[in-house]
Every structure is written in structure tokens, then in C-alpha cells.
């Protein structure tokens, strides 16, 4: 979804910490890892998208790296605190979701706006995610899968993405139609997020 340098992402490495703690089922250790790394963040950094302080970290320095890049960044939340609070799974996926939209958006072709464009919205134990993205048009597809343009990448990302929402009974969908690409999550069920 896009070629060239990727941008700074500070989190990239807490991510893929936490995300090795979710897979080998220490939620307790990702969980108070999540919660060491948002006390070290300055809490004046932090926009205050919903009532989820991990969601807003994660949203807040993606939406910095996309100013950085030239991408207008624009988010939208109906997330409260309580069922999906401190979530690791969550964290991790809405993390690649943006990564991945902001390095797209920010590679896309220089005539073109650049944005991202995301929604969470709960109800219950479920969450919806939604990102959309421009990028410049250029995509790689195996069947149904894509496949990362990024350079040593093999598309991760989306993969751990789709894994971790079918863990939590949900669903992942990707799709791309001219230059903006959509990505659609759901993480949900009974005792989705429970600890």
C-alpha cells in the first residue's frame, strides 16, 4: 500500500511487544506493559477521542506521525472505557490499521490528497473498527489476500489483523476501490475483551 520509507513510529516496537505477549496468552503481562507505556507518554500529547485512554495513545501518535507526513488525519469514536479498556488485542490491531494507512497515505502520489479517515464505535463487548486511506493505486494481491508493498514486508500486519479479530468471534474485511483503500474490523462477541 505504498513505497518508500516508513515513517517514524515510535509505538511500532511497544506494538509488536505487546502483541508478543497477547500470542503467547500473557494478557496480564501485555496488559500491565500497556499500562507502564501510557504513564511514560506525556498526557498533554494525548487527543481524547473516546473514553478509552489506550485507544487515545495509540490514535494520538498516529494522528502526529500522519501531521509529520503531510496526511490529514481524522478520527472518530464511540468507545467507552469499560469493556474494552486497557485491551491489548484491541491496541495491537487499531495500531496496524493506522500504521499501515498512515505509511499508504503518506507514499501515495504527491498530486493526490493525502488522509486517513477511522471510526470505533461499541456495543456490548463488540467493537467496530473502520479505516480508510488514499494511496497511490498500486497494490499487490494473492486471491483475496494482499500482499504488503512495503519493502521486507510480507504483509503481517493484515494477517495478524484477521487472526485477531477471529480469535475474538469477529471478522476482518480489506478492500481497495481506485486510490482509497478500507479496512473493516470486529472484535466482539461474549466475553470479547474479558481479562
Request: glycine share 12%; with cysteine; hydrophobic share 40%.
Amino acid at each position: 500500500q505504498g513505497h518508500g520509507r516508513r515513517p517514524a513510529a515510535r509505538p511500532a516496537h511497544a506494538l509488536a511487544a505487546i502483541r508478543s505477549l497477547v500470542t503467547q496468552g500473557d494478557s496480564d503481562a501485555a496488559l500491565e506493559f500497556l499500562d507502564e507505556y501510557m504513564d511514560g507518554m506525556a498526557s498533554d500529547g494525548i487527543t481524547r477521542y473516546c473514553g478509552n485512554e489506550a485507544v487515545n495513545a495509540v490514535a494520538s501518535h498516529y494522528a502526529k506521525v500522519a501531521e509529520e507526513n503531510g496526511v490529514r488525519f481524522e478520527m472518530h469514536a464511540s468507545l467507552g472505557g469499560s469493556a474494552a479498556a486497557g485491551n491489548a488485542d484491541l491496541c495491537v490491531v487499531l495500531g496496524n490499521l493506522l500504521d499501515n494507512a498512515v505509511f499508504a497515505a503518506s507514499h501515495g502520489d504527491g498530486e493526490q490528497p493525502r488522509w486517513v479517515r477511522a471510526g470505533l464505535a461499541s456495543s456490548g463487548d463488540a467493537v467496530a473498527i473502520t479505516v480508510d486511506n488514499s494511496f497511490d493505486g498500486c497494490v499487490e494481491q494473492e486471491g483475496n489476500a494482499y500482499r504488503s508493498t512495503k519493502r521486507g514486508h510480507a504483509g503481517l500486519g493484515i494477517e495478524s489483523v484477521r487472526f485477531a479479530a477471529e480469535r475474538h468471534g469477529g471478522a476482518a474485511a480489506f478492500s481497495h476501490d481506485g486510490t482509497t483503500f478500507h479496512a473493516s474490523v470486529m472484535l466482539g462477541g461474549p466475553s470479547a475483551f474479558a481479562d
